[in-house]
């Protein structure tokens, strides 16, 4: 909703404090998770995730979460998906230039981020959406990120090259002329 949307961001100071607080508990839970299965847990995790985030930054469930690094401001709202920064076509009065009705959501980032007391997250680049995961819960991506776990768990060291077998010498014997080594 987007009267909520504009209120998380006016209110994005402690609302990325309750969210880190909330991370540092599903992170400590990862036993838990890795008992259950991280693919069982997934489901409810993403209903749990598309309910709270829905409601208050109307967010799209990109499955790779930037909230904390643009001012509770949901990229996803912006009508072209730009994760760095507004496009040049923010309106004098700081709304969107595709839907004027709405502000700009890297305009109310830049705000979001101010209300942390933090300028420098928001200045991070923030790499494109990997649409393979859209749907999946950002959450338990994290969790997966801090544990190193699934996607994540370190690859084993890749075993070096085969040798290829060394081509057979040609033969630079020249071959014996027409007669030779026979005895006169
Ligand atoms: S960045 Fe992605 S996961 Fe986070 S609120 Fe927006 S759509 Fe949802």
Redesign the pocket.
Known sequence: MYAVRLWSVRHAKGLNRFYKAFERVIVALHPVWNKIGYEKVERPFQVM?KAT??FL???????????SS?GMS????CPKTL?NGPCGGVRPNGHCEVKPEMKCVWVQGWAGAENMGDLGKIQDVQLQ?DNKIKGRS?WLRVVRMEKKVGEFAPKPPKAPPAKKPEAAKPDTAKPAASGEGKAA
């Open positions: 995730e985030k829905g930054f109307d967010c799209q469930m990109c499955g790779q979460c930037a909230l643009t949901c990229p996803m709202n994760r959406v950002s």
